[in-house]
């Protein structure tokens, strides 16, 4: 744009990369670009994990003076401790029913938002408004919701005559656990059918000519067209959900704290309380470690999905 | 849709909307609660069953948290509690300290994360595999896992209580979700312009700047706004980094009112209202980015 390369054109303009820049060397270049950004992130990951792996071998209460080397036993503490087992059960029960509920209605919502009607435009983008909002307002917004003084459920419930008094859904099991639940579907279903929506665009819609020729009903076409089409959009979902179950932490921290009970202590809450209040550094280090193994495996899962996607397209 | 109106197709399509009608009514049904609670005192509020519609609707929680009036109705004791907190005046100033930093969360992301993507797209050199994979592997990190270890850093820093410190956070938080979505989103791009461009003589960066950034406006709207909405929405790290309201976000803000027993719900309601416009906002504005953004950062697309 700026007159004649003084570069010899037939050198290198088969191999863009090699085209180096003339004020910067081009290695000054790529590490200059992308150095402060590693740095960045370096200082807030790598040492901070570092870090966690030294607490979670040392005795670190925040109460006591020295904080002697102990190996594993910070792990061996937390795993044996029983409210460990009843985290973890909740934590699983929790993800493996959100996950669910969160594929099934984004799809659910996928295929109705797929029709063409007037109206569902608006539909598709007032979708997205759980999903953009802080994960703490959308909490309280359902804490108002079930509330057990003046919620709107329970002004629902008596105005249809299934109740004669509130019912106090945060305070009692399992109501309290299946409203954490509500919530964070709430929260999370429109991503999976934003997925959803897109996945379903993308077929071909010669495929359902082809069907409808074949004579396949409505039915018929989603059992056998949509939905293996729709496979690798359904294991992203499940995967990413699954970690995103798994860290729960916001929504327990202003709908229940933990409770009733330990009813809805989830692993990140404990981990939480371990560190926050018990101010137990090294035991709720070793949670932290635990928590961070469990989602860097399915990490690795979720990039083994993606890669084999690609090669499919 | 021109085939003709049988009653099947009618009973179809009435199907579908009353279907469209409860999807609805499931995302923003919610919300309206808490509006229409947001403009109640509590004593409308505590009415069984309740009025669905605000029969006398009042601003006066609203002008409470923006001039400090008392509504009249909380100034009788008659109440067994005081339903007054005062951290609701901080609302406003907790809304400007989640724009500052979200602002600058967004910006740092939109140059310092296309410099970046933009890098790992194009170049090859020693190392990029290797630097990629941490960019990767450090995203999806969550905040719980590294909260101890972070405040030390943050505290290390001398940054704590500060929007400077919560703004670093972010941006080591945010960057790498960037990269990664620009990188895929860079090298789906052809490659022609670009060397055309070089050709006659732009460096990388020329290219990036006058040819690249026009045509991928519309993934870098999407990633700005990512940045917004996760730097706007963050808690675990903002609340335990900052203390007084130099530097309290809102979703901390809102937390802590919505867990002090004392508030008035109609207090709590507000807060909620005021932290959710500003992201809900931008979401409406941004939708169609932010949608196809979405869709591509999940692999597909």
Not at chain 1, 26 to 41: D, F, K, N, Q, S
Not at chain 2, 267 to 278: D, E, N, R, T
Request: proline share 6%; charged share 10%; with cysteine.
């Amino acid at each position: 744009m700026q007159g004649v390369s003084r570069e010899p054109v037939h050198n290198n303009s088969l191999n863009p990369h090699r085209l180096a820049p003339r004020a910067l060397s081009p290695r000054l270049y790529t590490w200059g670009t992308i150095g402060p950004v590693i740095v960045w992130v370096a200082l807030f990951t790598i040492f901070p994990f570092a870090f966690a792996i030294y607490l979670s071998t040392h005795k670190f209460h925040l109460i006591q003076q020295d904080h002697p080397f102990v190996g594993l036993l910070n792990f061996e503490r937390v795993i044996t401790d029983d409210l460990f087992a009843v985290a973890v059960r909740n934590t699983l029960g929790f993800t493996l029913v959100a996950m669910l509920f969160v594929a099934l209605f984004g799809l659910a919502a996928a295929l109705l938002l797929n029709n063409r009607l007037r109206g569902f435009g608006i539909v598709r983008a007032l979708i997205l408004l759980p999903w953009a909002m802080p994960l703490v307002s959308a909490g309280i917004i359902w804490k108002l919701m079930v509330h057990g003084n003046f919620g709107a459920v329970n002004g629902l419930l008596l105005q249809f005559g299934y109740i004669e008094n509130y019912i106090s859904f945060l305070g009692q099991m399992p109501h309290a656990f299946i409203m954490v639940l509500v919530a964070h579907v709430w929260r999370e279903f429109p991503l999976a059918a934003i997925l959803f929506l897109a996945a379903i665009q993308a077929i071909p819609p010669e495929l359902y000519d082809a069907a409808k020729v074949d004579g396949a009903g409505s039915l018929a076409r989603f059992r056998y067209v949509t939905f293996p089409l729709l496979r690798s959009t359904l294991l992203v979902v499940l995967v990413y959900e699954t970690m995103i179950g798994i860290a729960v932490f916001d929504l327990v921290y202003v709908l229940t704290g933990g409770g009733p009970g330990t009813g809805t202590t989830l692993i990140s809450w404990l981990a939480w309380t371990t560190t926050f209040k018990a101010l137990n550094l090294g035991r709720g280090a070793a949670l932290s470690l635990l928590m961070a193994i469990a989602l860097g495996f399915l990490i690795v899962t979720y990039m083994r999905i993606l890669r084999t996607q690609e090669d499919v397209t | 849709m021109n085939g003709k109106a049988t009653p099947r197709r009618i009973a179809g399509k009435v199907l579908l909307y009353l279907a469209a009608i409860l999807l609805v009514i499931f995302i923003i049904g919610p919300l309206l609660w808490v509006l229409s609670a947001s403009f109640q005192l509590e004593t409308a509020l505590f009415q069984r069953p309740p009025e669905w519609i605000p029969q006398n609707p009042t601003a006066a929680n609203y002008r409470y948290v923006f001039t400090g009036e008392i509504p009249q109705a909380y100034e009788e004791r008659g109440l067994l509690r005081s339903p007054i907190t005062q951290e609701a005046l901080f609302l406003p100033q907790s809304i400007g300290n989640s724009f500052l930093v979200a602002v600058g969360v967004t910006l740092t992301n939109l140059v310092l994360g296309t410099l970046a993507a933009y890098t790992f797209a194009r170049e090859r050199f020693k190392g990029q595999s290797a630097s990629y994979l941490f960019i990767l592997g450090s995203r999806l990190l969550p905040a719980v896992v590294v909260a101890v270890p972070v405040y030390q850093v943050v505290q290390f820093l001398d940054i704590l209580d500060t929007k400077r410190g919560l703004f670093l956070l972010h941006g080591a938080f945010t960057l790498p979700f960037t990269i990664w979505v620009l990188t895929l989103y860079f090298q789906k791009m052809p490659r022609e312009l670009e060397e055309a461009a070089m050709i006659d003589g732009c460096t990388r960066f020329g290219a990036l700047l006058r040819v690249v950034v026009p045509i991928a406006a519309p993934g870098l709207a999407a990633v700005g706004a990512f940045s917004f909405l996760f730097s706007y929405s963050e808690f675990v790290f903002a609340l335990f980094t900052t203390q007084t309201m130099n530097a309290k976000t809102v979703p901390v803000l809102t937390a802590a009112i919505a867990s002090n027993p004392d508030a008035s719900y109609t207090l709590i309601a507000v807060g909620v209202i005021l932290s959710i416009v500003p992201p809900l906002v931008l979401a409406f504005i941004f939708q169609r980015f932010i949608t196809s953004g979405l869709v591509a950062s999940f692999g597909k697309g």
